[in-house]
């Protein structure tokens, strides 16, 4: 390929990301791909599967809304039952949000879909290509997130 300007790499990457994003998305559970569960509450149902329990201003930060925002979208995952708010067992002022094992049983089933789809999609591809990929991605997240 040969080489490219960066505005028309710019160009090439919002060809290619919506379509990305469509096909990726066709992929993943139903609960996801029919709408039923929204990216934004995988995200914080991941963040949750990972922490114990947390603030809902502590998702407000990992999502990069507002305290306001975050909890809309923890009342849709409370009113799904995928997660719950629980009081802080050493200040009951403070109210937690903690995966429920419903939400676990997703998360366990996304996680598994998108492993499948990772395998099925970069098995297509040479190793090389894939660790060219990962590093990339690896750097691009780096940036992101500040590190």
Known sequence: MAALSLPD????MNELMPVLMKE???MQPQEIYKGKVTMPQVLILQHLNIKDSVKMTDIARFMKVSTAAATGIVDRLVKSGYVDRVFDQRDRRIIRVQITPKGLALMKKVFS??????IEIFGRVSQRDRQDYLRVLMRIKGMLSGG
Not at 9 to 12: L, N
Not at 113 to 118: G, S
């Open 9 to 12: 790499f710019a160009d090439r």
């Open 24 to 26: 990726f998305a066709h």
């Open 113 to 118: 879909e998108r492993r499948k789809m990772v």
